[in-house]
């Protein structure tokens, strides 16, 4: 009977340790102390799982579970198998990510790197646009706001307009204008004003232009000047008066039709030309070119010689312009000049002056001739 008993002992023991002794014959195959219990365990720290630092904890026990300075719970660190005498129990620890290659890490002295503890990213909006941008923000965490465009605010935006709308932001070409008042044209890239429609829709549009030749002379020369005018509106041109202001101390020359050949040009008192030829029909031109004498006297500066144009059926006054330099000395570039106050520029005085000698030397030709034959007489 007891040798059955003591068999029955055997087999439940028997049962009981040989897994325990498996689970420590397999604990003793990867364990680095070769079974040896230990009461602190060098460790491969991480808090990364990519940077390790080798720490050394001591192994305590609490109710069987075995404790290494709160290293077992952390989730990267890098623990070998080993066992711990307990106050008489042996405990096993089976090692924590011991893997092949951590383990080849631990035994090749790799824990020594340096450690660093990797920061949290600061989750946030990283657009500085955002109405919500967080400078401190290292990762975005695609949480960024914007404003709202505002839509535009449509209506006539012209003051002149009956149904203007201050407020309005965009102008959507609702205007409307009183009867007698036409929606206004839209701007010309020219400077020159719109001038205003008498009559018919349709009207004239002119163009003007003054050129003065030489544009720079000697006093008492004689200059050429040349007026074009041109209608290039849609409607013929009423009572066109084209006026030219003289500068004072120049006069206009021209011919006396008396005795062309001997007289040439006679000056004229000086003042505005009016040229007054009626109509000026569409793409028409006008154009005329008359000398101006430059008195001998005038100052050494620059004139102008401002031109104008006027019709019935044009609101507008056209204007243009040129200017001319009197130097003293000769100008270059220009082989016509005279001295100032030459008789080639007076031809009427040289002319008298011619005749007042004719008769000077006819008076002395008849005296001479007097004499001479009272001394005849006498002999």
Not at 152 to 180: F, H, I, K, Q, R
Not at 255 to 280: D, K, M, R
Request: net charge negative; aromatic share 8%; with cysteine.
């Amino acid at each position: 009977m007891r040798k059955n008993y003591l068999l029955v002992v055997a087999v439940a023991l028997a049962l009981v340790l040989t897994p325990m002794l498996a689970v420590f014959d397999t604990l003793a195959d990867h364990d680095p102390f070769g079974g040896e219990p230990q009461t602190s365990v060098t460790i491969c720290h991480s808090g990364n799982g990519k940077n390790f630092v080798s720490n050394s904890p001591n192994i305590t026990a609490t109710g069987g579970n075995i404790n290494l300075q709160g290293h077992e719970g952390h989730e990267y660190d890098v623990i070998p198998p080993f066992h711990f005498d307990d106050n008489g129990t042996i405990l096993s620890y089976p090692g924590k990510n011991w893997t092949p290659e951590n383990e080849a890490l631990w035994n090749s002295g790799g824990c020594d790197g340096e450690y660093e503890e990797e920061e949290e990213p600061v989750l946030g909006c990283m657009d500085p646009e955002a109405t919500n941008y967080d400078e401190n923000a290292t990762e975005d965490d695609e949480s960024c706001e914007y404003e709202e465009e505002e839509e535009p605010v449509l209506g006539c935006m012209d003051p002149e307009a009956t149904n203007y709308d201050e407020n309005a932001t965009e102008d959507d070409e609702s205007c409307e204008y009183e009867e007698e008042q036409p929606a206004p044209k839209k701007k010309s890239s020219s400077s020159t004003p719109q001038p205003e429609v008498l009559g018919d829709e349709a009207a004239p549009e002119f163009t003007l232009t003054i050129v003065v030749e030489p544009s720079v002379t000697n006093p008492g020369s004689t200059v050429s000047v040349t007026v074009t005018a041109q209608n290039t509106g849609e409607a013929t041109g009423e009572n066109v008066v084209v006026t030219v202001d003289l500068p004072l101390g120049f006069d206009e020359v021209a011919n006396s039709g008396i005795f062309p050949a001997f007289f040439g040009n006679i000056a004229n008192a000086a003042g505005p030309i009016v040229w007054e030829f009626g109509t000026l029909d569409i793409d028409e031109i006008w154009t005329t070119t008359f000398d101006v004498e430059v008195g001998a006297n005038v100052d050494l500066t620059s004139y102008d010689f401002p031109a104008t144009l006027t019709a019935d059926n044009y609101s507008e006054t056209v204007y243009a312009q040129d200017d001319l330099l009197v130097v003293a000395g000769e100008v270059l570039g220009d082989d016509t000049l005279t001295e100032a106050g030459g008789l080639i520029d007076h031809p009427l005085l040289a002319m008298l002056m011619f005749a007042s000698l004719g008769a000077f030397l006819y008076i002395a030709g008849v005296h001479a001739y007097d004499k001479r034959k009272l001394v005849f007489l006498k002999k």
